[in-house]
């Protein structure tokens, strides 16, 4: 009875994804993670996991009480070779920050769900702090070869933390889904519900594969929830994301420093910030560097951009009270965005080199010393917000000498009103298919 709800409820999201039932069972040994990707493969295979042979079930103690103990306890029990269940019908309560970094070949089904508490004064405490832009995480999985599947709920409690960031901008807020140092793993299907901010951060990690993700979670205060990015990967490389859908409202998913060889595919994207490279050059002295990534078949709707780039000048400049940068250096290549379908999208595409800086002639006068090169913006489609008018898009560098091959091809975006003009600023008018009508 159970098993056939939680199944007709995974072929629900299947479905709904329109995705094939094969591409399930991530826990059998002979599950391929390269062959589930599709239709493009990743940069390189991905690691083939080993049979799982025991079966650990997490003992949940009900009424709120921490189960962190019994998850530790599970997971030791069941690693190297075993699978660690949260069963269907439990609430486990997660009231402790979990280092789960020392998982191998191990697989976790959530079926039930997994809540973290509202200790808003424990995790600003506790939280593993990632360092990069003050992030930190309720917990950090990593490791080799662990599959989390099962498709049930991850929730983060957020609404606390969104009315108590609307009262001091500088609280950490914990991210919900720390993948850190995880090298060889599927994660998905789950549903992530209400993350306090970012609802991944993947950073130091390798061959992971992330498909059936359902992301959700509003506020019902006046206070929005902010900075819900779906997907933020930092210092990671050959990852692939696919078939999910995102109800936020920041960045889709965002490429941070240091990522490489990234397939992003059959997103559904809603509410967001785009697909956003960046920003990157934020602290001086470091070099970023984001290369090979190839972005598919995005639908993105209710949106303030679609395909994205954004690279701090070379200033410093302030985007905000917690976010700052500027003076960074290093490189963006090789990144093509290839089909996506907007709706009510404010710009179908941004690229800027001027992020943070509102005075455009500081931008200039301090160019980006992150350069952009080989980029392919093609078979873009659709209708912008009108917010921009007469302009759908934007594609401006601080400097030509820092931008260059930078295509565009097969763009068919519109405004409500019929306007389809671009801002193209330093950068070769010759190689972009669209009305370059303004440059600033
Ligand atoms: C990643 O690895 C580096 C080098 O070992 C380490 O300094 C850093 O703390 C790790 N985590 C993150 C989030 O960068
Ligand atoms: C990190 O936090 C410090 C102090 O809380 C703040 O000054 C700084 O702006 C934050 N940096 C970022 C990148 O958010
Ligand atoms: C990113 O890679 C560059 C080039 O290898 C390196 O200099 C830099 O320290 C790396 N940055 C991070 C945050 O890992
Ligand atoms: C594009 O993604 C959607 C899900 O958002 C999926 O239904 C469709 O099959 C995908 N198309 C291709 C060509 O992969
Ligand atoms: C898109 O997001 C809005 C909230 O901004 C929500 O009202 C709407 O239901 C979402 N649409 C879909 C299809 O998820
Ligand atoms: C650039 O990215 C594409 C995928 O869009 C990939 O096929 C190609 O190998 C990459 N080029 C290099 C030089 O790595
Ligand atoms: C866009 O947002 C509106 C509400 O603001 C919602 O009704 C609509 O479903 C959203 N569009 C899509 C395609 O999700
Ligand atoms: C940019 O790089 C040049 C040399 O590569 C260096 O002289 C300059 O200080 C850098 N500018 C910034 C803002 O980092
Ligand atoms: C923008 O920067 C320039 C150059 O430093 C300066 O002269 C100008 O006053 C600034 N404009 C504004 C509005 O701050």
């Known amino acids: 009875m159970k098993i056939s709800n939680t199944l007709t409820q995974a072929l629900g999201l299947f479905l709904s994804l329109g995705m094939t039932v094969e591409g399930k069972a991530p826990s059998a040994s002979k599950y391929s993670r390269t062959e589930a990707c599709k239709p493009h493969h990743p940069f390189r295979p991905l690691p083939v996991s080993q049979a799982r042979t025991r079966t650990c079930h997490v003992s ?16 030791h029990k069941c690693n190297n070779g075993g699978k660690v269940v ?3 019908d439990k609430t486990y309560t997660v009231g402790t920050a979990l280092d789960m970094t020392f998982l191998k070949h191990v697989d976790l089904e959530v079926l039930g769900t997994i809540q973290f508490t509202d200790d808003t004064d424990y995790w600003q405490e506790h939280a593993f702090k990632q360092i990069y832009q003050n992030a930190t995480t309720f917990f950090q999985l990593g490791g080799e070869d662990v599959n989390v599947y099962g498709g049930g709920t991850l929730d983060g409690n957020g609404q606390v933390w969104y009315d108590l960031y609307a009262e001091d901008a500088l609280i950490l807020r914990p991210i919900l889904m720390g993948v850190i140092g995880l090298h060889g793993g599927t994660i998905g299907p789950l549903k992530l519900r209400y993350s306090p901010q970012w609802y991944h951060f993947v950073a130091n990690s390798s061959n992971v594969l992330f498909e059936g993700i359902d992301i959700s979670g509003y506020s019902n205060s006046e206070n929005e929830a902010k900075n819900t990015d779906g997907w933020d990967l930092y210092r990671s490389s050959n990852i692939v994301i696919q078939d999910s859908v995102i109800n936020n409202g920041d960045d889709c998913v965002s490429f941070k420093p240091n990522v490489t060889e990234i397939i992003v595919q059959n997103l559904h994207c809603n509410g967001s910030h785009g697909i956003s490279v960046g920003s990157l050059g934020q ?10 990534l190839l972005i598919y078949n995005i639908s993105m709707f209710n949106a303030s951009d679609g395909a994205r780039i954004k690279v701090w000048p070379g200033i410093s400049s302030a985007m905000s009270t917690d976010l700052q940068g500027g003076g960074g250096s290093g490189s963006v290549k090789n990144v093509t965005y290839d089909t996506m379908v907007i709706d009510n999208v404010d710009y179908a595409i941004e690229v800027t080199q001027c992020y943070g800086q509102k005075n ?3 931008c200039n006068q301090y160019p980006s010393n992150l350069t952009i090169s080989d980029i392919l913006f093609t078979n873009i489609k659709g209708t912008t917000s009108g917010k921009r008018d007469p302009d759908v898009g934007t594609i401006v560098c601080s400097s030509e000498t820092v931008c260059s091959n930078i295509k565009a091809t097969n763009i068919d975006v519109q405004s409500p009103g019929g306007d389809d003009e671009f801002v193209c600023t330093n950068v070769d008018n010759t190689l972009l298919e669209v009305n370059c009508a303004a440059s600033s």
């Open 86 to 88: 949260f069963d269907e």
């Open 283 to 292: 602290y001086p002295g470091e070099v970023d560097i984001v290369e090979n």
């Open 60 to 75: 949940s103690h009900g009424n709120g009480k921490d189960d962190s103990n019994n998850i530790l306890k599970a997971l």
């Open 360 to 362: 455009l002639t500081l």
